[in-house]
């Protein structure tokens, strides 16, 4: 089983930062991409950014520019660092783990956290 724990949600004025983080941690040998989704009230939920292990990243239109995503492979952990926040990035944002290789040859698809809200005030 793997366990993702997103940290770093809160409450910040437009035009602000904030950084979020996803540790991912047990039965773990390697993982192929990691990401941030997030969900606004009444809205699906969306990618926000990837990242793969090689480092290679995909974002989404709405946040190129604004967004930075980055990993440590040694400690299985994604970020997002959000700069010049709208208030339409107001969202629960979740972490994802894709395509996850476990120690003992387990395969697993995805893994979710459990989500860290984002409010962006006007």
């Known amino acids: 089983q793997v366990q993702l724990v997103e940290s770093g949600g809160g409450l910040v004025q437009a035009g602000g930062s904030l950084r979020l983080s996803c540790a991912a941690s047990g039965s773990i040998f390697s993982i192929n991409t990691m990401g941030w989704y997030r969900q606004a009230p009444g809205k699906r939920r969306e990618l926000v950014a990837r990242i793969s292990s090689g480092g290679s990243t995909n974002y989404a239109d709405s946040v190129k520019g604004r967004f930075t995503i980055s990993r440590d492979n040694g400690k299985n952990t994604v970020y997002l660092q959000m700069n010049s926040l709208k208030p339409e990035d107001t969202a629960v944002y979740y972490c994802?783990?894709?395509?996850?290789?476990?120690?003992?040859?387990?395969?697993?698809?995805?893994?979710w956290g459990k989500g860290t809200l984002v409010t962006v005030s006007s």
């Open positions: 994802n783990a894709a395509h996850v290789l476990a120690p003992d040859g387990f395969y697993g698809v995805d893994y």
